[in-house]
């Protein structure tokens, strides 16, 4: 605020200064001393008719019409010089002797020193009027500009439709092309804002920006720097330094601005500046926080990684070294179960590594999809075929019409999808339990579900099964990492598709995925 | 099987010793490369038997080698990758690859590609009736029959099978069996083959969401199981 108040005085000293100056310059055009000579023409006219019957003094006052009249239309230099011409006049026409400048009275002299003070007095005083009429206009003119743009801000949220809005205020205000160029990554390159037919900057533009960025003071147009060029330069400065450069575009034929609008430029940049700062700083503010999730987030996978890595390298350690230890002797089947335990152990070290390279790649989006049209029957055969060693005698039973349209999918991805899903469906049920999978269309869409008649999940639960690292809490003798339903929602989910997880009607759980069929394939067919 | 050589072709020292060790025992004689360009020279040199190559390779990209192999020679060659790379195993398999293994595998699903190779290598190609499992094939009279019923078959569906047939182990890319059953101008033509595979597997598997004879490998293509 206390920066506001400084720019409001520093823009009434301008304004004073200003007017200063212009008493000095204000020359005003011809036609200010054409109206002048024409009217102490008039009051001379006049006089002359009237002069057997008023007084000299009242005559006078004709002249003093024609002086005020000159000083309201065309300002101070004209109307004095009409009040020089009115004392001449009325000494040559209308005091006697007359159409001489000789005087007869000498307390003439007198009304000519007072005509001409009094001429000049008005045009002052007239001139005093029409300044502050017209510093009066423009202010409210800046004042309802700044109003309507501070309101339009104050409906606006976000960086992009405020800074908009600034560009589409300034270009309302000062009828030009404005662009607002901002650095671009890391480059140090500077890129308008918003790209649009208008934002190229030609060589001489470019020349002033550059010097702008050099100095950080306003340049081109208007200014001390480069003021040929038609373009003028803000730079965006905050607290924290530059943050870009405002350009307004030059005009052609060359407008030149007024002093209003520069001051209204600066504020124009203000704006932005502050904007583009705010924003800068909620960005930094939210990064921090993600950083902070992140490092947590890595430090439970790391303790969770080494903790799941290390347990079944344990076992194949172990195993292996008792059968290269030589004072332990073990009969064939006794090496054989161990040789088992190993074997186990290491193709579920491969599980979980397979399981963290697909995180790091769903989450870094680099699983490409390449769909093609598939059997839902194919997949779910591809996916029982992969866990065939687990299955083993379990009963499994699959449900899909044969009229169940192909889906366009990614067949390796969704086969992984459904192997995971079948992976927990086995681990979280008993041995001899069944599993069931079911296909049926709703729409432009495939439902594919498994069921198992396992532990189920508790209802608070529900939502969480696919989170990264969710893990049931009970049955505590499961090996898991928590990855692979967080894996099948990042596959489904790149797939157009939705996975969800429910309690099944007399225990155990049913996984849900729907795929969009999406559009079947045009072209030859020869079947 | 003895006298029967493999070359194996990968930069990774630990892989080639594992390797080495179990093939070895199973008494194939192994031969090594640690880079492209020594497998390219040995395989020149030795002529092997079968070729396990890695695809990915310090000096030449492994679909490369497996390009400038083709350009002389028939040897089976068995693509080993990682998970994620299906782009690379597509491109080595349609550069004529005989199979892949992702990374990690087991020795017993080595040994069985490896086998499957060598007979693939040595059948003679005339041979009119195939078997597996349930089904049988009559090249030479078109007639295909499950437990002795005959199937009936459109053309396309009979002309999967063939190629499938006549590669029977062995996995065959999506554009592979396109080009081959409806033409190189069909090669993008997914959904032609999808369908077609489909309805074939519904006349010749018990339970086609568990096939038995035509196995889906995921976004790669087909493969006839033998039984």
């Known amino acids: ?527 | 099987m003895t006298d029967l050589k493999i070359l194996i072709i990968d930069d990774e020292e630990a892989i080639r010793r594992f390797l080495r060790v179990t093939l070895a025992a199973q008494g194939y004689t192994v031969l090594e490369a640690a880079s492209g360009n020594d497998g390219l020279s040995i395989a020149a040199a030795q002529k092997p038997d079968v070729i396990i190559l890695d695809l990915g390779l310090p000096d030449i990209d492994g679909v490369m080698v497996t390009r400038m192999l083709r350009e002389w020679t028939r040897i089976p060659i068995i693509i080993l990758s990682v998970r994620g790379s299906e782009k690379d195993k597509i491109a080595a398999l349609d550069a004529g690859a005989d199979d892949y293994l992702t990374k990690p595998f087991g020795a017993g699903e080595l040994l069985a590609r490896i086998r499957a190779a060598l007979r693939r290598s040595v059948q003679t190609p005339n041979e009119p009736v195939f078997v597996t499992g349930n089904l049988e094939i009559d090249l030479a009279r078109r007639l295909v029959t499950l437990s002795g019923q005959e199937v009936q078959l459109t053309p396309n569906e009979y002309g999967l099978l063939r190629v499938l047939v006549n590669n029977a182990g062995k996995v065959l890319t999506h554009r592979h069996l396109l080009h081959e059953v409806w033409g190189v101008e069909y090669g993008e033509e997914f959904h032609l083959l999808h369908v077609n595979i489909s309805n074939l597997r519904r006349k010749i598997e018990s339970d086609p969401t568990r096939p038995q004879y035509i196995i889906t490998e995921p976004g790669v293509g087909y493969r006839l199981k033998e039984i």
């Open chain 1, 1 to 527: 605020m206390q920066y506001n108040a400084v720019r409001v005085e520093s823009y009434m000293l301008k304004a004073l200064s200003r007017s200063i100056k212009s008493v000095r310059l204000e020359i005003g055009d011809w036609r200010g001393y054409a109206l002048g000579i024409v009217l102490v023409a008039l009051a001379t006219l006049l006089g002359r008719l009237l002069v057997n019957l008023f007084a000299p003094a009242n005559i006078m006052m004709f002249y003093l019409i024609g002086v005020t009249v000159t000083a309201i239309t065309f300002g101070l230099i004209p109307s004095i010089t009409a009040s020089l011409f009115s004392v001449l006049a009325f000494d040559f026409f209308l005091v006697p002797p007359y159409f001489t400048f000789d005087v007869e009275d000498t307390q003439y002299v007198v009304t000519f020193v007072a005509l001409f003070v009094v001429g000049v007095v008005i045009s002052y005083l007239t001139m005093r009027i029409r300044q502050q009429t017209e510093i009066s206009i423009r202010r409210e003119h800046e004042t309802a500009t700044l109003y309507s743009l501070s309101r339009s801000l104050t409906i606006t949220t976000g960086l992009d439709k405020t800074l908009q809005t600034i560009i589409q205020g300034a270009r309302e205000t000062f009828g030009r092309d404005t662009v607002i160029l901002l650095p671009d990554g890391a480059g140090g390159t500077l890129k308008p804002y918003v790209e649009t037919s208008d934002s190229a900057m030609n060589e001489e533009e470019l020349t002033v920006i550059c010097q702008s960025l050099q100095h950080q003071t306003m340049s081109g147009q208007g200014t001390a720097v480069i003021s040929e060029t038609g373009a003028t330069c803000v730079p965006l400065k905050t607290s924290r330094g530059s943050v870009g450069i405002m350009v307004l575009k030059g005009l052609k034929p060359p407008k030149p601005w007024n002093q209003e609008q520069m001051q209204l430029m600066e504020v124009f940049a203000d704006l932005a500046a502050l904007v583009i700062e705010h924003n800068q700083l909620v960005e930094e503010a939210r990064n921090a926080q993600i950083l902070e999730a992140t490092e947590k987030l890595q430090a439970a996978l790391l303790s969770s990684i080494s903790h799941d890595l290390r347990t079944p390298l344990v076992s194949v350690i172990g195993v292996l070294s008792s059968l290269q230890e030589e004072g332990i002797n073990l009969d064939d089947a006794s090496k054989s179960k161990l040789i088992q335990v190993a074997r186990e152990q290491a193709e579920y070290l491969n599980h979980i590594i397979t399981n963290l390279l697909d995180v790091s790649r769903v989450e870094a989006g680099v699983v490409k999809i390449s769909r093609q049209f598939s059997d839902v029957q194919d997949l779910v055969g591809a996916a029982l075929e992969q866990m065939s060693s687990r299955i083993r005698g379990r009963p499994v039973t699959v449900e899909i019409p044969i009229e169940l349209p192909f889906i366009s999918v990614d067949f390796g991805l969704i086969v992984q999808t459904l192997v995971n899903v079948l992976d927990n469906a086995l681990k979280y049920s008993p041995d001899d339990s069944p599993i069931d999978i079911k296909g049926w269309q709703i729409g432009n869409e495939v439902n594919i579900e498994i069921a198992d008649r396992g532990i189920g999940i508790p209802p608070a639960d529900i939502s969480h099964v696919f989170d990264k690292f969710y893990r049931l809490q009970r049955p505590n003798n499961i090996p898991g990492t928590g990855l692979g339903l967080y894996i099948c929602k990042g596959i489904i989910e790149a797939h157009g598709g939705n996975i969800a997880a429910r309690n099944r009607p007399g225990g155990g759980t049913i996984i849900s995925i729907i795929l969009p069929i999406s559009a079947p394939i045009e072209g030859r067919k020869v079947l």
